[in-house]
């Protein structure tokens, strides 16, 4: 039976609570795009996304994840709490009970985006730029593990996605300075620890001390 995995978009909550086993099987499906057992192999629908959240208050209980893991999310954000203004609405919105929402696109239509972000194209300086970044954060003494190859590709696809909502057919280089931090922040180890607040803060230093090429 096809289980949850089998969907366009997974919510996957507090996923540091899930165990090994299924924190490996959920690697295969963001890494392959499919699902195998016992030497079968079954394609996951197109598109794929998967959302997760981790639980950082709470230790016990919770399993690390891998960096082979991290490494496949694009972007890790931290959503801290809301303004009064913001819960106020929160509030508002909750008052009458869980609302039901209706489908804004097609499946059609985002794979349409998709492909239409990929199309977006890239001046050799602005490639460039995302490399120097990358060997930054390798070369940094206050980086023990920098960015993969990977994570240099992810940011290339990120800023394509990002210069296509901005209504542009190319990458510039401000698109790579806003979207860095949180595109590499998960990737990097800084000291001993994989903190993706202080990932994020190096990362910021980096794109503050690396020139853009011309």
């Not at 994840?65 to 303004?83: V, Y």
């Not at 460039?128 to 960015?147: C, F, H, K, P």
Request: overall charge negative; aromatic content about 6%; hydrophobic content about 40%.
């Amino acid at each position: 039976m096809q289980g949850p995995i089998f969907a366009n978009i997974v919510i996957a909550d507090e996923l540091n609570r899930t165990g090994l086993r299924t924190q490996s099987a959920l690697l295969e499906a963001m890494a392959e795009g499919a699902v195998s057992s016992d030497g079968e192999v079954w394609q996951l629908p197109k598109p794929f996304l998967i959302i997760a959240t981790q639980n950082l208050i709470e230790t016990y209980g919770t399993f690390p994840l891998p960096n082979s893991q991290l490494d496949r999310f694009m972007i890790s954000m931290q959503l801290g709490l809301p303004t009064q203004e913001e819960e106020i609405e929160i509030l508002r919105r909750a008052e009458q009970g869980t609302r039901k929402v209706k489908p804004l696109l097609s499946q059609g239509e985002i794979i349409e985006m998709q492909e239409t972000a990929a199309n977006v194209q890239l001046a050799g300086s602005v490639r460039e730029y995302i490399a120097n970044l990358a060997t930054a954060t390798r070369q940094s003494e206050d980086i023990s593990v920098g960015v993969s190859p990977r994570g240099s590709t992810v940011l290339q696809r990120a800023c394509q996605a990002w210069a296509a909502f901005d209504g542009r057919s190319f990458v510039i280089s401000e698109d790579i300075q806003d979207l860095a931090s949180y595109v590499w922040s998960h990737r990097i180890i800084v000291g001993v620890n994989q903190d993706t607040a202080s990932g994020r803060q190096a990362i910021k230093d980096l794109v503050r001390s690396v020139p853009v090429p011309l």
